[in-house]
């Protein structure tokens, strides 16, 4: 992490280099000319690089139609990439010594060296490592996941959505801040390290100036050399509207500097500290009046919170920079009550005016150069959304192209005619050959409506199969309602004791419906019986149970009518009033009804069972 020139793409880097000159001389191929070709021989590369890690023998790298039609193939093995890569591997030891000295660490003080990031796997970096602290590495963490691992603990923690265990990460100011001005007396310029190297952060610090007018501060990186930009400049800003004294002596003013929780620097606010004549009108006076001294000192005032109060209260509040900062303010005028009372007389009073602050910051992007991105961001979006739905479709066509061959050669087979089926295949094959040639690039819509035509022929053919295997069904269900409603009327002539409460108009009508379903159904199934397969049927499985339906019904209430109670003798048996009409062990029985009781054995048979059509 200490080298940004030291990760696992800069050894795709090597390998991709090594493959485009290899190319170059046996295929005559000038790989970076062409993008896609490039993208692939990187990822291709990665692949290969993972593979050395842990294989040491030479293993190759193909790919397919890599450029103008051409199959290329390479190999490499572990010993001559590390040859390759002797150069970065170099640089592996660097930051290692760099962090045991910024830290004052000795080697004895390090409990276990973990290791992460893809690179880390490269056998040639561990070993390095492993020499560099002369001891084994640990590897408890996934060494690609970590990261973003550590990056989503830290969203968690910055967010007021979740509540995360107490967990303490202190950040460090990476590159030593500087911030120079001109100074007022002697026109010269004037510096200060305000963030050195590695200091904690977040972390606010409030610098005196003593001035008569606006004044501005450069904030700078101090060491450009470590920098990995070629830019050391942060930005200006300009300390704005402020005035002398009453007195025309200069006045103190109050600049709060902050690197934040992300780590970015700022001049937070700027105050200036007016003096109050006092009530007695005394001659104003501080005790650490600024008038004589020299104008260009300048006071820097660390804060009281430490780092790690800053940072715990941040995370406790969940709040912004700027609630953050009016607690130090609060914090300051604490400072100024624990004063003892007779350093600061009554005579003097002050108030603070916050100051306006103008911002120039050198790499920050105009606002509107800023929502033209954010604009272009969804656009591309909303591209990617069409995008993903132009290859679905085309995916829905490739994909009913090869559903339908199979089955036309299967399932279906029997339920198309020859022809049909034959011009079908043909018009799947043209389609599929359409998809590889004019098909490949499309609109969504053509794929749309390529689809359609091609289900405007299958749909029909899988809808017979789809018939013939639900027709049979709802005949059987039909049958099996005819015959029991036959069974009933047949019961119901016969003088059956158990119908003999059923009203005789409602039963010829049950027999008159029977009887014309029975004609309905049998006309349709001997219909049925001299047609193919292939042909649409004479009777869809729909029309079948609506038929069902319609005889339930106008029979169903009619048939299961409740035989009504016969009074019995003497007792009042109070089961008896809502007692079943034919249970088996029902309350007839008992109350003296023996005939019925034998019979209901085989009356259940007969007795029609509530149907649930739907
Ligand atoms: C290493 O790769 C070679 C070539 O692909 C293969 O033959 C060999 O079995 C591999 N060895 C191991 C240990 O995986
Ligand atoms: C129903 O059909 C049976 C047998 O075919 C017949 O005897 C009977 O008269 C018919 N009933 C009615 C109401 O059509």
């Given at each position: 992490a200490f080298d940004p020139e030291l990760g696992g793409k800069d050894f795709d880097e090597v390998l991709v280099k090594f493959f485009c000159e290899e190319?170059?001389?046996?295929?005559?191929?000038?790989?970076?000319?062409?993008?896609?070709?490039l993208?692939?021989l990187y990822q291709e590369c990665e692949k290969l690089k993972k593979l050395m890690s842990a294989n040491s023998s030479d293993l190759p790298l193909?790919?397919?139609?890599?450029?103008?039609?051409?199959?290329?193939?390479g190999k490499l093995n572990r010993a001559k990439f590390e040859e390759f890569c002797a150069e970065l591997l170099a640089k592996v030891e660097a930051p290692l010594r760099s962090i045991m000295e910024q830290t004052?660490l000795?080697k004895?003080?390090i409990?276990a060296v973990e290791i992460m990031g893809g690179a880390s796997r490269i056998p040639a970096i561990k070993e390095r490592i492993s020499k560099f602290f002369g001891t084994e590495l640990s590897t408890t963490l996934n060494a690609d996941?970590a990261v973003?691992?550590?990056?989503?603990?830290?969203?968690?923690?910055?967010?007021?959505?979740?509540?995360?265990?107490?967990?303490?990460?202190?950040?460090?100011?990476p590159?030593?801040?500087?911030?120079?001005?001109?100074?007022?007396?002697?026109?010269?310029?004037?510096?200060?390290?305000?963030?050195?190297?590695?200091?904690?952060?977040?972390?606010?610090?409030?610098?005196?100036?003593?001035?008569?007018?606006?004044?501005?501060?450069?904030?700078?990186?101090?060491?450009?050399k470590e920098l990995p930009?070629?830019?050391?400049?942060?930005?200006?800003?300009?300390?704005?509207?402020?005035?002398?004294?009453?007195?025309?002596?200069?006045?103190?003013?109050?600049?709060?500097?902050?690197?934040?929780?992300?780590?970015?620097?700022?001049?937070?606010?700027?105050?200036?500290?007016?003096?109050?004549?006092?009530?007695?009108?005394?001659?104003?006076?501080?005790?650490?009046?600024?008038?004589?001294?020299?104008?260009?000192?300048?006071?820097?005032?660390?804060?009281?919170?430490?780092?790690?109060?800053?940072?715990?209260?941040?995370?406790?509040?969940?709040?912004?920079?700027?609630?953050?900062?009016?607690?130090?303010?609060?914090?300051?005028?604490?400072?100024?009550?624990?004063?003892?009372?007779?350093?600061?007389?009554?005579?003097?009073?002050?108030?603070?005016?916050?100051?306006?602050?103008?911002?120039?910051?050198?790499?920050?992007?105009?606002?509107?150069?800023?929502?033209?991105?954010?604009?272009?961001?969804?656009?591309?979006?909303?591209?990617?959304?069409?995008?993903?739905?132009?290859?679905?479709?085309?995916?829905?066509?490739?994909?009913?192209?090869?559903?339908?061959?199979?089955?036309?050669?299967?399932?279906?087979?029997?339920?198309?005619?020859?022809?049909?089926?034959?011009?079908?295949?043909?018009?799947?094959?043209?389609?599929?050959?359409?998809?590889?040639?004019?098909?490949?690039?499309?609109?969504?819509?053509?794929?749309?409506?390529?689809?359609?035509?091609?289900?405007?022929?299958?749909?029909?053919?899988?809808?017979?199969?789809?018939?013939?295997?639900?027709?049979?069904?709802?005949?059987?269900?039909?049958?099996?309602?005819?015959?029991?409603?036959?069974?009933?009327?047949?019961?119901?002539?016969?003088?059956?004791?158990?119908?003999?409460?059923?009203?005789?108009?409602?039963?010829?009508?049950?027999?008159?419906?029977?009887?014309?379903?029975?004609?309905?159904?049998?006309?349709?199934?001997?219909?049925?019986?001299?047609?193919?397969?292939?042909?649409?049927?004479?009777?869809?499985?729909?029309?079948?149970?609506?038929?069902?339906?319609?005889?339930?019904?106008?029979?169903?209430?009619?048939?299961?009518?409740?035989?009504?109670?016969?009074?019995?003798?003497?007792?009042?048996?109070?089961?008896?009033?809502?007692?079943?009409?034919?249970?088996?062990?029902?309350?007839?029985?008992?109350?003296?009804?023996?005939?019925?009781?034998?019979?209901?054995?085989?009356?259940?048979?007969?007795?029609?069972?509530?149907?649930?059509?739907?």
């Amino acid at each position: 992490a200490f080298d940004p020139e030291l990760g696992g793409k800069d050894f795709d880097e090597v390998l991709v280099k090594f493959f485009c000159e290899e190319f170059a001389q046996k295929y005559k191929l000038d790989v970076r000319s062409k993008p896609r070709a490039l993208v692939r021989l990187y990822q291709e590369c990665e692949k290969l690089k993972k593979l050395m890690s842990a294989n040491s023998s030479d293993l190759p790298l193909n790919i397919e139609c890599f450029m103008n039609d051409i199959d290329v193939s390479g190999k490499l093995n572990r010993a001559k990439f590390e040859e390759f890569c002797a150069e970065l591997l170099a640089k592996v030891e660097a930051p290692l010594r760099s962090i045991m000295e910024q830290t004052r660490l000795k080697k004895d003080d390090i409990y276990a060296v973990e290791i992460m990031g893809g690179a880390s796997r490269i056998p040639a970096i561990k070993e390095r490592i492993s020499k560099f602290f002369g001891t084994e590495l640990s590897t408890t963490l996934n060494a690609d996941e970590a990261v973003a691992r550590g990056c989503a603990l830290q969203c968690a923690i910055l967010s007021p959505a979740f509540k995360v265990r107490e967990f303490s990460i202190t950040e460090v100011v990476p590159y030593p801040i500087s911030l120079k001005w001109t100074s007022a007396a002697d026109e010269g310029i004037s510096d200060c390290e305000v963030f050195p190297k590695n200091h904690a952060a977040p972390f606010s610090k409030v610098l005196t100036f003593y001035r008569r007018e606006p004044f501005s501060l450069e904030a700078y990186y101090n060491n450009p050399k470590e920098l990995p930009y070629p830019d050391p400049t942060m930005g200006q800003f300009n300390i704005q509207k402020v005035v002398p004294q009453p007195s025309g002596e200069s006045s103190k003013v109050k600049v709060k500097v902050r690197v934040n929780v992300h780590g970015v620097f700022s001049v937070s606010s700027a105050s200036l500290v007016e003096v109050v004549k006092s009530a007695e009108g005394e001659e104003p006076m501080e005790t650490d009046t600024p008038a004589k001294e020299d104008e260009n000192k300048m006071q820097v005032d660390q804060e009281v919170q430490k780092a790690q109060g800053d940072d715990q209260k941040e995370h406790a509040d969940k709040k912004s920079d700027t609630e953050d900062m009016e607690a130090s303010e609060d914090n300051k005028q604490e400072e100024k009550k624990n004063e003892p009372p007779q350093a600061k007389k009554a005579k003097v009073k002050t108030k603070t005016v916050d100051l306006p602050i103008e911002n120039s910051l050198h790499w920050q992007l105009a606002s509107e150069t800023l929502n033209l991105l954010v604009e272009n961001e969804g656009k591309m979006i909303m591209q990617d959304k069409l995008e993903k739905e132009r290859n679905d479709a085309k995916n829905y066509v490739e994909e009913y192209v090869y559903e339908m061959r199979d089955k036309l050669h299967g399932v279906l087979e029997n339920f198309v005619s020859e022809a049909d089926r034959d011009s079908f295949s043909l018009k799947l094959e043209d389609t599929e050959n359409w998809l590889y040639e004019e098909g490949e690039d499309q609109q969504k819509q053509v794929y749309i409506d390529k689809l359609a035509e091609l289900k405007k022929l299958g749909e029909p053919i899988q809808n017979r199969l789809m018939e013939a295997e639900e027709r049979p069904k709802a005949l059987n269900e039909l049958g099996r309602q005819i015959q029991q409603y036959m069974k009933v009327v047949g019961a119901y002539k016969a003088k059956d004791e158990l119908y003999d409460h059923l009203d005789e108009l409602e039963v010829m009508k049950v027999e008159k419906q029977v009887n014309e379903t029975m004609t309905w159904m049998n006309n349709k199934m001997n219909l049925q019986s001299k047609q193919s397969l292939s042909q649409d049927p004479v009777v869809k499985a729909q029309e079948i149970q609506a038929k069902t339906k319609e005889l339930y019904s106008a029979c169903n209430h009619v048939v299961t009518k409740p035989k009504p109670k016969v009074e019995p003798p003497k007792e009042e048996t109070p089961a008896e009033q809502n007692g079943p009409v034919n249970g088996q062990e029902g309350s007839e029985a008992q109350a003296g009804n023996p005939e019925k009781g034998q019979a209901a054995p085989e009356n259940t048979e007969a007795k029609l069972p509530e149907m649930d059509i739907d």
